[in-house]
């Protein structure tokens, strides 16, 4: 328990004035004295006793997009055989504050309490700890306590509806390009302990010699539809704004891709590469690392992480950036897009490529929408 800044400021003064009122003999002074120490007092048996409750706190659903609404789900219990007088618990999260005021208890009984949660900033957001508050009617004195520890609420960025829009991977050069699917030709894509129904004719007996357990190859067509987008993580290509809406369209178009089962890459200009096989989990894995993307200071060129080839290519970045390698690319994709956020809605001709430009994330996911290829 301690005073407040008024609690404090309450108690000098009265002192002042009951030093006064007794040197001067002013009655009057004496009495406001007398009314500001009784005050005081009364403040400080009121909060005396601590806030003694059993709470829990979860955050539902764990994982939002920007400016979706999270809920914090406070459930708090009086496990005393007194009553539980109310008192206010604040969450913290980010820099936010949500205030819950919670009601009298009886013993033994419980209340919960949903509130909502602010989620404006993509990123990783830490919510918690809780802190339990009592104060008096006039706020002189405060009892405080710190529970509950600190949870992650990942705010992801915001997703726009996509097309699922997928290439196949080129096949020779005599051959072209193709998106039928190639027969008798397999990719190992990983080893995994055997189960029941798992093919005997897929069991990796080298790796089952080395680990002492029966070890299976899982094998993928290399002819899987994929795409392969490249975001522009560079400050000096993207301010703060346009960069937010730059990983908006990412996670629109990655996400898509994902969900309809395809394989689709996420390749940034600061290095981070994740592949996936596609499926739900695969998204939450994409829109994961999105979440934790940050703009670089490197000055370096934006195609240099291309490594791979095969299925579309998509470059999100801005209408000015030097984009010109990605004609040297139009070989190894059967289709290059450019993803240009621009507030003219103009963006540099690139040979080989189709320009989508406009001036935010779902400007550009609308032009991704309406192209037929």
Not at 203 to 218: N, Q
Request: glycine share 10%; charged share 20%; proline share 5%.
């Amino acid at each position: 328990m301690r005073l407040t800044v008024r609690g404090t400021a309450v108690l000098v003064v009265s002192l002042g004035l009951g030093a006064a009122g007794f040197w001067g003999r002013y009655p009057l002074f004496l009495l406001l004295a007398l009314a500001g120490l009784v005050a005081v007092v009364a403040a400080v048996l009121v909060t005396f006793r601590r806030v003694d409750v059993e709470v829990t706190r979860d955050v539902y659903p764990d994982r939002v997009e920007r400016g979706a609404q999270a809920l914090g789900k406070l459930k708090v219990r009086n496990p005393s055989t007194r009553w539980q007088r109310g008192f206010l618990a604040v969450d913290t999260a980010g820099g936010f504050h949500r205030t819950v005021q919670v009601h009298g208890l009886a013993p033994g009984t419980s209340r919960p309490y949903d509130y909502q949660l602010p989620t404006p900033v993509r990123g990783r957001m830490p919510v918690g700890p809780l802190t339990l508050s009592r104060t008096d009617p006039f706020g002189l004195a405060r009892n405080s306590v710190t529970v509950g520890a600190t949870v992650t609420l990942w705010v992801h960025p915001r997703s726009h509806p996509a097309l699922a829009r997928t290439g196949g991977f080129p096949r020779h050069h005599h051959e072209g390009r193709s998106n039928e699917r190639l027969r008798g030709s397999l990719d190992l894509r990983e080893l995994r302990e055997y189960q029941p129904g798992d093919e005997v004719r897929d069991i990796h007996w080298k790796a089952t010699a080395r680990t002492g357990r029966l070890m299976v190859k899982e094998s993928a067509d290399p002819d899987q539809p994929r795409l392969t987008v490249v975001l522009d993580t560079r400050a000096s290509a993207l301010p703060p704004f346009a960069f937010e809406e730059a990983v908006d369209a990412a996670a629109s178009l990655l996400r898509s891709a994902a969900l309809a089962g395809h394989h689709a890459r996420l390749l940034t200009s600061c290095g981070t590469d994740v592949a996936t096989a596609g499926g739900p989990l695969a998204a939450r894995q994409l829109l994961d690392q999105l979440c934790l993307l940050r703009q670089s200071t490197e000055t370096g060129t934006l195609l240099s992480a291309v490594r791979h080839q095969g299925g579309f290519l998509a470059v999100v970045t801005s209408g000015t950036a030097d984009v010109a390698e990605l004609s040297g690319l139009r070989s190894r994709y059967s289709s290059i897009f450019l993803l240009a956020l621009t507030q003219d809605g103009n963006a540099t001709h690139v040979p080989g490529a189709r320009v989508l430009a406009a001036a935010d994330a779902a400007g550009v996911v609308g032009l991704w929408n309406e192209v037929r290829t």
